[in-house]
T-cell receptor, first 114, second 112 residues
Framework: NAGVTQTPKFRILKIGQSMTLQCTQD?????MYWYRQDPGMGLKLIYY???????DKGEVPNGYNVSRSTTEDFPLRLELAAPSQTSVYFC?????????????FGPGTRLTVL | GQQVMQIPQYQHVQEGEDFTTYCNSS?????IQWYKQRPGGHPVFLIQ?????EVKKQKRLTFQFGEAKKNSSLHITATQTTDVGTYFC????????????FGKGTRLHILP
């Protein structure tokens, strides 16, 4: 199993540009998450999904959109990129039943907005 | 909303010394998870604690969950250079909210 894969690994955007960060997992997990991590800081939840067709906002959703059309894929869309969105973006997935189980993280996408 | 306080934010220790990081919540938790992130890497799951007063060990790492299920700690005995990284706790209140909350992490630096 590849686990959680993210593309691209690195990206530089100009202010106002848009892009989609891709995330795919092959573990048949129902839960998927998007986090951002600013330099030297913790993880902030952007959006999460408990299954295909269902998404919900996390702590910092402004400026982002997500969709979950399949169990495997959970893309994150940035519209009108701003310097404040410079960060490392991690996608994660987990199985969840009556309680939360461990989250498996992808390698991250390092995004710079200039 | 739910908050998880993690202390200290940074810790420098001499190689061979012990290290402890603490995670505190104002609300009772259903369970707590611990993750490690190496510099430049992604968070990797270490362990999950579920029961009140639970203690689990992984080699030199000891994890505890408080009796009231409001706090947790991670203790590393005789640190090694491979322990360098940031340690995060992640808390689950066990309510209908389907997300867990990460602490800000404790960054461990080992002095050779």
């Amino acid at each position: 199993n590849a686990g959680v894969t993210q593309t691209p690994k690195f990206r530089i955007l100009k202010i106002g540009q848009s892009m989609t960060l891709q995330c795919t997992q092959d573990m048949n997990h129902n839960y998927m998450y998007w986090y951002r991590q600013d330099p030297g800081m913790g993880l902030k939840l952007i959006y999460y999904s408990v299954g295909a067709g269902i998404t919900d906002k996390g702590e910092v959703p402004n400026g982002y959109n997500v969709s979950r059309s399949t169990t495997e894929d959970f893309p994150l869309r940035l519209e009108l990129a701003a310097p404040s969105q410079t960060s490392v973006y991690f996608c994660a997935s987990s199985y969840s039943g009556t309680r939360h189980y461990e989250q498996f993280f992808g390698p991250g996408t390092r995004l710079t907005v200039l | 909303g739910q908050q998880v306080m993690q202390i200290p934010q940074y810790q420098h220790v001499q190689e061979g010394e012990d290290f402890t990081t603490y995670c505190n919540s104002s609300t009772t938790l259903s369970n707590i998870q611990w993750y490690k992130q190496r510099p430049g890497g992604h968070p990797v799951f270490l362990i999950q604690l579920v029961k009140s007063g639970e203690v689990k060990k992984q080699k030199r790492l000891t994890f505890q969950f408080g009796e009231a299920k409001k706090n947790s700690s991670l203790h590393i005995t005789a640190t090694q250079t491979t322990d360098v990284g940031t340690y995060f706790c992640a808390a689950d209140e066990g309510n209908r909210d389907d997300k867990i909350i990460f602490g800000k992490g404790t960054r461990l630096h080992i002095l050779p």
